[in-house]
């Protein structure tokens, strides 16, 4: 069984910076495909980023593409999501996900496994 443990959230001021780290146990998470998904109070949860297996191939959201960074640490078993220039709208509880299967993976429902959750708060 894989577990995943997001860390890295709290409070900060808008255009600010965070580094969320995911951490898996169990499981081949050197194998894993990961994405990392965010939802905010009332809302749906929301894609943000992915990354394949290999760390090779990754994927950000548009409206992030230039702000966030996903990277993935075999080793340390550990994915990352480095948020730079944060906004309000931002706020919310951000997940990641590992999908058993290799690739670049948008929707949730491709995914296996899943964290508690860390929460976000961007503050103007």
């Known amino acids: 069984q894989v577990q995943l443990v997001e860390s890295g959230g709290g409070l900060v001021q808008a255009g600010n910076s965070l580094r969320l780290s995911c951490t898996a146990s169990g499981g081949f998470f050197s194998s894993y495909s990961m994405g990392w998904f965010r939802q905010a109070p009332g809302k749906e949860r929301e894609f943000v980023a992915a990354?394949?297996?290999?760390?090779?191939?990754?994927y950000v959201r548009d409206a992030m593409k230039d702000r966030f960074i996903i990277s993935k640490d075999n080793a340390k078993k550990t994915l990352y999501l480095l948020m730079n220039n944060l906004k309000p709208e931002e706020t919310a509880v951000y997940y990641c996900?590992?999908?058993?299967?290799?690739?670049?993976?948008?929707?949730?429902?491709?995914?296996?496994?899943w964290g508690q959750g860390t929460q976000v708060t961007v503050t103007s």
């Open positions: 996900a590992a999908a058993v299967s290799s690739g670049v993976w948008l929707g949730a429902d491709q995914y296996d496994y």
């Open positions: 990354i394949k297996w290999s760390g090779a191939d990754k």
